[in-house]
């Protein structure tokens, strides 16, 4: 068998995975490179990849895809690396800027501000024009003491549905052999099952605590509950554009 080309994202939150992964005997059937979430998707939606974790935004331009494994970046709540930054008020805001490395959380944004918040705002390609932004991942660890307001979109998603969320899953286009999948997802459930193990020699950031992050703020089994949540994000989004 060829290589089994992998995109993975390079933010902390998929360290766990790799750390599974790197202790695995699937480690030699892959080919990996880390990319940000919405370069994963691109890469898997052009052939570019044979697996990857993607943004769940992504499923919509992927209708043959395979959901492969049991495993997600998720949450139970609030996610802590995933945030509107405001400079005013939810209430208030008019403009909106949107994360580029992101496609489900840039959507969620938009679900939560025009069906949660009930709010109506235009989005704005430059974030120097914009009264609130999305961020990602690693680039907001330590952020949430520094801006005025800001909005936990895991946390408001459950505050919003009563449910978990799942932001990326293990997606390929063709079906990968059985045998394959199996090694992989038994990979991941090493990784997850020890998260903390990847904590030392982490750059070290202000207010951030990556124990409580990657044990409590993420969770990472791909459940019933968040296979519904996904299936209701996919809804609602669609519905954005029409
Ligand atoms: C929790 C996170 O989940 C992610 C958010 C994604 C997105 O918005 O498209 C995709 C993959 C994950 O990295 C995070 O990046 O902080």
Same mark, same amino acid.
């Given at each position: 068998m060829d290589k089994v080309r992998v995109s993975a994202v390079s933010y902390t939150?998929? *360290? $766990?995975?790799?750390?599974? @992964?790197?202790?695995?005997?699937?480690?030699?059937?892959?080919?990996?490179?880390?990319?940000?979430p919405s370069v994963c998707a691109q890469k898997v939606i052009d052939d570019k990849a044979d697996l990857g974790i993607i943004p769940i935004?992504?499923?919509?331009? *992927? $209708?043959?895809?395979?959901? @492969?494994?049991?495993?997600?970046?998720g949450t139970e709540g609030a996610v802590d690396s995933v945030f509107i930054f405001s400079h005013k008020p939810i209430e208030e805001i008019q403009t909106l800027y949107l994360d580029q490395q992101s496609r489900t959380s840039n959507g969620l944004a938009r679900v939560l501000l025009k069906h949660h918040w009930k709010r109506q705002v235009k989005l704005v390609a430059n974030i120097d024009e914009a009264d609130a932004y999305v961020l990602i991942g690693d680039r907001t660890f330590g952020k949430k003491y520094e801006v005025p307001y800001v909005y936990d979109l895991g946390l408001t998603w459950k505050e919003f549905t009563g449910l978990p969320f799942a932001f990326a899953v293990w997606v390929s286009k063709k079906l990968l052999p059985e045998a394959f999948i199996t090694s992989f997802n038994e990979a991941l459930k090493l990784g997850v099952s020890h998260p903390e193990a990847v904590i030392p020699g982490l750059p070290e950031y202000k207010d951030f605590d990556y124990h409580h992050y990657l044990t409590s703020s993420l969770n990472y089994h791909l459940t019933a509950k968040k296979r519904e949540a996904i299936e209701r994000y996919l809804t609602l989004l669609k519905g954005l554009d029409t």
């Open positions: 939150n998929t *360290l $766990p995975f790799l750390n599974g @992964i790197r202790q695995s005997a699937v480690l030699d059937q892959i080919e990996l490179s880390l990319d940000n935004a992504a499923l919509l331009s *992927l $209708p043959q895809a395979h959901i @492969i494994t049991d495993y997600c970046i």
